[in-house]
């Protein structure tokens, strides 16, 4: 495993410490760890609705561009 060494903001330095002391994490780097996991699984999702939006724009079945489908799709998907 890589060993990094970071410089954090005093608010997210103290809100990690917060998480472990909660127990939610065992250490600083485990949460790390997840934070960058559940980032890159965005990533995966922001990219396939991206693809899909493309597609969908190039299929000629709505007027609407790629920011207006997405704006739309957020507010769906937010309530």
Same mark, same amino acid.
């Given at each position: ?22 127990? *939610?994490? %065992?250490? #600083? @780097?485990?949460?790390? =760890? +997840?934070?960058?996991? /559940?980032?890159?699984?965005?990533? &995966? ?8 939006? *493309?597609? %969908?724009? #190039? @299929?000629?079945?709505? =007027? +609407?561009?790629?920011? /207006?489908?997405?704006?739309?799709? &957020? ?5």
């Amino acid at each position: 495993m890589a060993r990094q060494s970071i410089s954090l903001t005093e608010p997210n330095d103290e809100w990690l410490k917060s998480q472990v002391d909660s127990k *939610e994490y %065992a250490s #600083k @780097s485990e949460l790390v =760890n +997840d934070l960058i996991r /559940q980032a890159r699984k965005q990533q &995966k999702q922001i990219d396939w609705i991206a693809t899909k939006l *493309e597609n %969908a724009e #190039k @299929s000629g079945f709505t =007027n +609407d561009n790629k920011a /207006q489908i997405l704006a739309e799709s &957020k507010s769906l998907l937010n309530g």
